[in-house]
């Protein structure tokens, strides 16, 4: 009898273990790891990055994605450790929060097998990720410069509020000036307004103080633009044909060039939703019956009137 | 700001040239020469109009911060607290725009709330440093991730932004004029005045000196020193409330980057205006040319291309260290004093 029950026991754990490994295998595990969302766009990232979880999760019963984000370069790398250990994830879609530190948490994540998709900012050393998805930093410059070399004529003048003082900034700097070269077009000066209201607002002021003939302003970010706008408004001078290109897609901005603001025409996508794009194509690797490996490189299209709604994501908060 | 200066220098008035007062007013008015050498756009009454509109923030903020220092506290929270203020009042007053409608009953309510909040703060870090008997250090500290992490909350992570109607009533509170000069310059020189005779004519402003410059015996000469220490923290709220009132009609708007490095700019503005880090001597004249010094650094900077960009943070550095070290004024004196 003993025995019996002991072997039932057995038996019964045995099946339950199975069912386990069936289960586990037959569910395709993607953990999402990305910053906290402290700044605009990174809150618009957080708010893709939960419909896209929605969306795929309702259309593939089998697929579970789970999200983590973190404060800091050492969280994440704490984070990833748990979606190994505790999650078992077939699948990493990563933002990292820095390249280098978040290099070695990556690749100990590659060593268990998992399917490994990097977003945006890239990791130090090449070949661990299987596929990369980003926004394009230099087209971002160049599409505005050409957007502004379109409108304006050998000897007008602009002024250039940049970001934070980053390699980013720098890829989108050095691509607009390139394009910018040997059109006559004076560049002023280009100060960093840091990708912040108050700094843009600050540094126009006194850009605006300094020259009295100023024709365009290339802002770079729609944060910086709406404090230029807000310089030029107090200094009377948003009525004399000056106009500014931001950049990002905020959802305000892009509302306004749909109701045809003459001030900022247009705007420079550098999306916030490329995290689903990458848990689209990560899940497709799962999926699709053709391979996905590879770079994904966004386009920096240039939103207009015509092309604006398709950019609008009104429930968004960036 | 010369207006300024003749009210909160009391020691000219005796005839006596202190190098010490007068260190600040010195760096302040070299700082202008560069300006003007380097283009004389410096001086023109946009510029300078703008210069002091912007000094307001960090002046009205940092007179507040000089009665906590002055008392040997220190509050690492205002910048956040600033933040956190400024998006509570925009929700309340984009929620009191179905009763109250966008006018001045909309305004004058998140005003209100702003002051209201700003005291509230203001003593839950006094009594929890005083009665707590937590480092003031610490305690600020503590409350300001509390108030950074709620803005970026109430934000969702995202931008506050007022509604445009009730902008339109709110805007002339930074854009307006009375009498030439811009209403944020006003209430900066308003503060300023209150500040300065709370501190050099009454028993309060003794009593945080005394407290600064030794607690033991300022508790021994029945001073109520938990009293005054809660009380300098609330009016360090007060000054934050005050400040926020006058910075959201500029951009109506509030998010995880608002106020950032505030603390650290009020605090630096006390410093180069002579009062004593570690408490027991405060000067209300001198934190506002601080002030005024500090917000001169990055219009000047703005103005020139001559430093590469990458080396702002190091110019502003210097030109602090050089304003103190000019205020500190006893070159020389020091050492054969000490011998």
Known sequence: ?318 | MSEVTAETTPKNKRMRFDIKTAGPAIALFLLCIIGFLLNPAFLSEGNLTNLLTRSAFIGIIAVGATFVITAGGIDLSVGSMAAAIAGVMIIIMNAAMETLGPGLATVLLGGGCSILLGLGAGWINGVLTTKGKIEAFIVTLGTMGIYRSLVTYFADGGTLSLDFAIRGTYRPVYYGSVLGLPAPVWVFIAVSICGWLLMNRTAFGRYCTAIGSNESVARYSAIKVDRIKTMTYVIQGLCVSLATIIYVPRLGSASASTGVMWELEAIAAVIIGGTVLKGGYGRIGGTILGALILTTIGNILNFTDLISNYLNGTMQGLIIIIAVWLQRGDWGKAKASKS
């Open chain 1, 1 to 318: 009898m003993k025995t019996l029950k002991s072997l039932s026991a057995l038996a019964l754990t045995g099946a339950l273990a199975l069912s386990a490994a069936a289960l586990s295998a037959e569910t395709i595990k993607i953990g999402v790891s990305y910053p906290t969302p402290t700044h605009a766009w990174a809150a618009g990232m957080n708010w893709h990055a939960e419909q896209a979880e929605k969306r795929l999760e309702a259309l593939y019963p089998d697929i579970d994605l789970i999200l983590i984000n973190s404060p800091d370069p050492n969280a994440q790398a704490s984070a990833l450790e748990d979606l190994v250990s505790v999650h078992k994830i077939d699948a990493l879609v990563v933002l990292p929060f820095e390249s280098e530190p978040l290099t070695d948490p990556v690749l100990n994540v590659k060593k268990t097998g998992a399917l490994i998709t990097v977003v945006d900012r890239g990791l130090s050393q090449p070949g661990i990720e299987d596929i990369y998805v980003a926004g394009n930093n230099p087209e971002l410059g160049r599409v505005s410069a050409v957007y502004m070399k379109g409108r304006l004529t050998s000897g007008d003048n602009i002024v250039v509020l940049r970001g934070i003082p980053t390699i980013i900034d720098n890829e989108r700097f050095d691509a607009f000036m390139a394009e910018m070269e040997g059109t006559g077009i004076n560049i002023l000066d280009h100060k960093h307004a840091n990708w912040n209201r108050d700094d843009g607002f600050e540094v126009m002021q006194d850009f605006l103080s300094r020259f009295p003939d100023i024709d365009a302003v290339w802002a770079q970010d729609d944060d910086i633009a709406i404090g230029v706008v807000a310089a030029l408004k107090q200094a009377g001078r948003d009525g004399d044909g000056m106009f500014v290109v931001g950049g990002a897609g905020m959802k305000e901005t892009i509302k306004s060039i749909m109701d045809g603001d003459t001030l900022v025409p247009v705007d420079v996508l550098y999306p916030p939703s490329m995290i689903a794009t990458a848990m689209d194509v990560t899940v497709a690797a799962f999926k699709s019956n053709g391979p996905v490996a590879g770079r994904y490189i966004l386009g920096a299209t240039l939103i207009t009137p015509e092309n604006a709604a398709s950019f609008y994501f009104p429930d968004s908060p960036f």
